[in-house]
């Protein structure tokens, strides 16, 4: 069964344009969530898409919005890249909704920002 | 704020001991706990997952206990070998206080030496 797949694995960007990740979910995973990870905050949450419904969101700015496909497939997209946006960013699936699921990770998108 | 705190600091032991990893939480009460390794340029993987009114869960040569009135969970690796060099990191997720995401600690590096 493949993993997690997520595109592309590197990304340069300079300040103020924008970008769009993609997440593939394990087969039959319906939850995909998506974390940024930095040296000095460890992994944030994000948000998780549901059924192509967002159930829960992090303390980001709306600058970090995302979605999901009817295939369970999701894309996240940053506006107006800032330098402090520069991390990993990560994608889990699992086969439910998050409540007592272990969450399936991909190896992340490294994002720098110029 | 809810809090999690892992030791920061590299926890360095010989192969073969047993190697205690802490996880400490306040202001939160959850429903569960994970626990995850993270090898570097890698997306964290899943080991174990312990309820609120489970006290120990074991699988091979892992150990987690949970302690909801110290608020703590220990994660034992006995028998260590340098293969099991790698960041773990803990979760907690609960139902209560209207949001049930996955909150991470910072992680703790273990090295495991010959």
């Known amino acids: 069964k493949a993993g997690v797949t997520q595109t592309p694995r590197y990304l340069i960007k300079t300040r103020g344009q924008q970008v769009t990740l993609s997440c593939s979910p394990i087969?039959?995973?319906?939850?995909v969530s998506w974390y940024q990870q930095t040296p000095g905050q460890g992994l944030q949450f994000l948000f998780e898409?549901?059924?192509?419904?967002?159930?829960n969101k992090g303390n980001f700015p709306g600058r970090f919005s995302g979605r999901q496909f009817s295939n369970s497939r999701s894309e996240m997209n940053v506006s107006t890249l800032e330098l402090g946006d520069s991390a990993l960013y990560l994608c889990?699936?699992?086969?439910?909704?998050?409540?007592?699921?272990?969450?399936?990770f991909g190896d992340g998108t490294r994002l720098s920002i110029l | 704020s809810q809090k999690i705190e892992q030791n920061s600091e590299a926890l360095n032991i010989q192969e073969g001991k047993t190697a205690t990893l802490t996880c400490n939480y306040t202001?939160?009460?959850?429903?569960?706990l994970q626990w995850y390794r993270q090898d570097p340029g890698r997306g964290p993987v899943f080991l174990l997952l312990?309820?609120?009114?489970?006290k120990e869960k074991r699988k091979e040569r892992l150990k987690v206990t949970f302690d909801t009135t110290l608020k703590q969970s220990l994660f034992h690796i006995t028998a260590s070998q340098p293969a099991d060099s790698a960041t773990y990191l803990c979760?907690?997720?609960?139902?209560?206080?209207?949001?049930?995401?996955?909150?991470f600690g910072t992680g703790t590096r273990l090295q495991v030496f010959p």
């Open positions: 889990a699936s699992s086969l439910g909704v998050m409540d007592n699921q272990p969450q399936h």
């Open positions: 087969s039959g995973h319906r939850s």
């Open positions: 898409y549901f059924s192509e419904t967002q159930r």
């Open positions: 202001n939160y009460s959850p429903a569960y």
């Open positions: 312990i309820r609120e009114n489970e």
């Open positions: 979760a907690l997720q609960g139902v209560l206080y209207n949001t049930d995401k996955l909150i």
